[in-house]
């Protein structure tokens, strides 16, 4: 699959933007995120595909738009995907463990597979991962850093802005 890429910036730092032939978002990842492919994977750098997802993202990290319209096409295995799709259904501003997570999708004993592909999102702050928690509420597992899973939760419960 052709793919291509830009750079953004953002207040989580640079992001690239990886979208396939057809326009559709296949990855936004961070400097330094763990899982992160290699920079030959995403193809040539060519703006064009982008706009809609650099003007949402801006509108997002404004404080203006809490869910994502832009057009995704995510490649992972059926389970990956299924988690993927169920992120996508966490209402912003809320956060779930991932034993709910691993509940709602019909396994509760899951939760460590549940986690595993939370952590594999090739289209972080989109699908929201970052608002999977650990038991209790704590901070655990972001391919992102620790660091930035604090300010994008932070920043959706309304106490702090970009």
């Known amino acids: 699959m052709t793919r291509v890429h830009t750079r953004i910036d953002s207040p989580m730092g640079v992001l690239t933007l990886v979208a396939d032939t057809e326009g559709r978002l296949t990855g936004l990842y961070m400097e330094n995120q763990r899982h992160r492919p290699a920079e030959e994977t995403f193809g040539p750098e060519d703006p064009t595909p982008f706009p809609r997802v650099v003007e949402e993202l801006g509108e997002y990290f404004a404080n203006e738009r809490t869910d994502f319209t832009v057009p995704l096409a995510l490649h992972g295995t059926a389970f990956q995907r299924s988690v993927w799709d169920e992120l996508r259904e966490i209402p912003?501003?809320?956060?779930?463990?991932?034993?709910?997570?691993?509940?709602?999708?019909?396994?509760?004993?899951?939760?460590?597979?549940?986690?595993?592909?939370?952590?594999?999102?090739?289209?972080?702050?989109?699908?929201?991962?970052?608002?999977?928690?650990?038991?209790?509420?704590?901070?655990?597992?972001?391919?992102?850093?620790?660091?930035?899973?604090?300010?994008?939760?932070?920043?959706?419960?309304?106490?702090?802005?970009?």
């Not at 899951?110 to 999102?121: D, H």
């Open 92 to 162: 912003y501003g809320e956060q779930i463990t991932y034993g709910e997570l691993a509940a709602r999708l019909g396994n509760p004993s899951a939760s460590r597979a549940v986690g595993l592909a939370n952590g594999k999102n090739p289209v972080g702050v989109i699908v929201p991962c970052h608002r999977v928690v650990g038991a209790g509420g704590s901070l655990t597992g972001y391919g992102g850093g620790l660091d930035r899973k604090r300010r994008l939760l932070d920043f959706e419960s309304g106490t702090t802005l970009f």
